[in-house]
């Protein structure tokens, strides 16, 4: 981390609260954060000032007609800090760079030869360093590079789980291997986890506390966020909801789909080849996704039973008409053991195709400025 980005994160929870208001609900009054807060307004005023000198805060005048000074309320300031976020598939990596206010300044994908961890940051440390010269950002000001890895933490540090898609990745200490390679510092989560925290800071999951995120990849995993923050679990593999469908039976996962339209002889190698099929004219399609829903209803419900969250978001993957398409037949059957009992709100990712990107990019800045904003506990793993 830079000396400019290591100033930035020594953040009170306190001023963490703050941040985290000002990011779900600005522009936000003063007086609307301390009433939040439960703070008196000297206190807010004080709080806020010194995130404004430090640069993270900035006034946003507004007019309403009427006379006398305009409100002044509260936005994050976009040029306070920059992120970079590498999100890979077997056969490409998309690599983005977004500001502190969630804006997605430049993204590209390439082609990958190989998932090693060399290969990886070799094409992401390239694209990264074009996209800041193209913006006109200086390198000092980017706090992290954040990997959203397709695996879980194994039992025998610090390899991996991983899946039979990444050989380059097995029997590897990845992240020691990925922060060896850059010279920024890294942040890794996986898929899942990483999709839950950029809802939480950039999406949908700003109107929740607490939350599942069902990531449809090339598993079926799943992100818990619990009074705003990941939660991680002792060995950070909270969330595997992909246990309840065994590898060797037809399960909701991005695999399952892929190697089920090759069966249909269709030529799909990797999801970007899903962006042009339609369930209206693709029965094969058609067929997977009415099945998937079925699955992933009943599993939805067990684990929302156990969680009890405000809301299950689904992403992934997936392009954003099929995750559609699921979320609508999923709906069908929804609850459908437990309907008598309060129902979280089941909703769908509107990052869009760049979800994936915008959450491994969020990695760095969850755990910099927005982590541990309900107390010390939970928070994304940072190195």
């Known amino acids: 981390m830079t000396p400019a980005a290591a100033s930035l994160s020594q953040l009170s929870v ?63 300031n976009p040029q306070a800090a920059f992120s970079a976020g590498v999100y890979f598939s077997h056969s490409y990596a998309e690599i983005g760079l977004t500001d502190l206010a969630g804006r997605l300044i430049s993204v590209e ?72 390679a850059s010279d920024a510092h890294v942040f890794i989560e996986n898929d899942a986890a990483s999709a839950a925290i950029g809802e939480r800071i950039h999406g949908v999951g700003r109107q929740y506390d607490n939350y599942l995120f069902v990531h449809l990849g090339h598993g079926v995993g799943g992100g818990i966020v619990i009074d705003g923050n990941l939660y991680r679990g002792v060995n950070g593999n909270a969330g595997i909801i992909g246990m309840q469908f065994p590898n060797d039976r037809p399960r909701p996962s991005g695999q399952d789909l892929l190697e089920h339209l090759r069966k249909a002889g269709l030529k799909v190698a990797d999801f970007t080849d899903l962006d042009g099929l339609w369930p209206d004219t693709c029965a094969p399609l058609a067929a997977w996704l009415d099945r998937a829903a079925d699955q992933l209803a009943e599993g939805i419900e067990v684990v929302a039973r156990i969680l009890d969250p405000q809301a299950v978001i689904l992403g992934g ?3 954003p008409h099929l995750i559609d398409a699921l979320h609508q037949r999923v709906m069908r059957n929804a609850f459908a053991l437990s309907r008598h009992l309060p129902q979280p709100a089941i909703v769908t990712s509107r990052l869009g195709s760049r979800a994936g990107v915008i959450g491994a990019a969020s990695l760095p800045m969850f755990a910099t400025f927005f982590s541990g904003s309900r107390g010390p506990q939970g928070g994304v793993a940072a190195h």
């Open 317 to 319: 993957r997936l392009p």
């Open 14 to 76: 306190n001023e963490r609260r703050i941040m985290d208001l000002v990011c779900r609900k600005g522009p936000i009054a003063r007086t609307d954060i301390a009433a939040s807060m439960g703070l008196t307004n000297a206190s807010i005023t004080r709080l806020t000032k010194d995130l404004e000198d430090r640069g993270l805060l900035i006034d946003t005048v507004q007019r309403n007609g009427a006379r006398g000074q305009p409100s002044r309320p509260l936005s994050l």
């Open 109 to 180: 994908r390439k082609p990958l030869r190989d998932t090693t961890p060399e290969m990886i940051c070799a094409v992401a440390h390239a694209a990264v360093q074009t996209q800041l010269q193209a913006s006109g950002i200086q390198q000092q000001n980017l706090i992290g590079l954040g990997f959203a890895l397709p695996a879980d933490f194994s039992a025998t540090p610090p390899h991996l789980s991983v899946h039979s898609y990444f050989p380059g990745l097995m029997q590897r200490d990845v992240h020691g291997d990925l922060r060896a």
